[in-house]
């Protein structure tokens, strides 16, 4: 859609598509990877030794789904690019203008009582993104070797928000539809069900990457070369 935009929008439309689009690449090619990969795993695990015979395709989807978290500039440098380039380096201006869009609706449907389970969740992630983002970016003037420490876990926790956000504004189509008497009761009924799934078993993950990111590089730099211990095979 960003892209459409910039190819037939007006100016002042191209500018602001361009910008999101280079506030949301690094998180769709390294987030979707990263979660696509974890989505494999569990589609062998469910094929149990089976998912190891060829001819079912389950390895091959584990090791193609392996190898686009590498194909995509790796997980690392897609991280460094959003924390450091598109965000601090813009002093948070890129990301403003997304959570600005986030902002907008989540006070558009907030008096939705049945959209209060995803609206009240995402509204404070998205707040909770800003100030995470100005904690690091403080640390990140005293030790420059902050902004590599919580780079990706600052990504994943992103991209955890951007599907959040996406997966509310399919909550509020899919409730739509059904207020309107669709005829496709099941396909709505179950996208409002993957919306609640998202909310409340994967989403709490965003806490961990709070608390990985903020606890600081101490902890990656602190051991003298001396102690580590290396194995000969």
């Excluded at 194909?71 to 450091?84: H, S």
Aim: glycine share 8%; with cysteine; net charge negative.
């Amino acid at each position: 859609m960003l892209v459409d935009t910039m190819k037939r929008g007006t100016a002042e439309e191209k500018a602001e598509a361009d910008e999101l689009m280079s506030l949301l690449t690094p998180i769709a090619k390294a987030f979707l990877t990263e979660t696509g990969f974890e989505a494999a795993n569990q589609g062998l695990q469910v094929f149990g030794g089976h998912g190891f015979i060829a001819e079912w395709g389950m390895e091959q989807n584990v090791r193609d789904c392996r190898i686009s978290m590498l194909y995509e500039g790796t997980t690392g440098i897609q991280a460094l690019d959003l924390l450091g380039r598109k965000v601090l380096m813009t002093q948070g201006a890129t990301l403003r203008r997304f959570t600005k869009i986030i902002h907008k609706f989540c006070k558009e449907h907030k008096g939705d009582k049945r959209l209060k389970s995803y609206i009240t969740v995402l509204d404070k992630l998205n707040g909770e993104w800003g100030d995470v983002t100005m904690k690091i970016g403080m640390k990140a003037m005293r030790n420059k070797d902050e902004v590599g420490a919580a780079s990706v876990d600052y990504l994943m926790f992103s991209g955890y928000v951007v599907l959040a956000y996406f997966w509310a504004r399919m909550a509020v189509t899919a409730q739509a539809k059904l207020d309107a008497g669709t005829d496709e009761v099941g396909f709505y009924t179950a996208k409002l069900q993957t919306a609640t799934f998202y909310y409340e078993r994967l989403l709490p993950r965003t806490h961990a990457h709070v608390e990985a990111m903020l606890s600081g590089a101490d902890n990656l730099l602190a051991m003298d070369e001396e102690n580590f211990v290396f194995l000969n095979a």
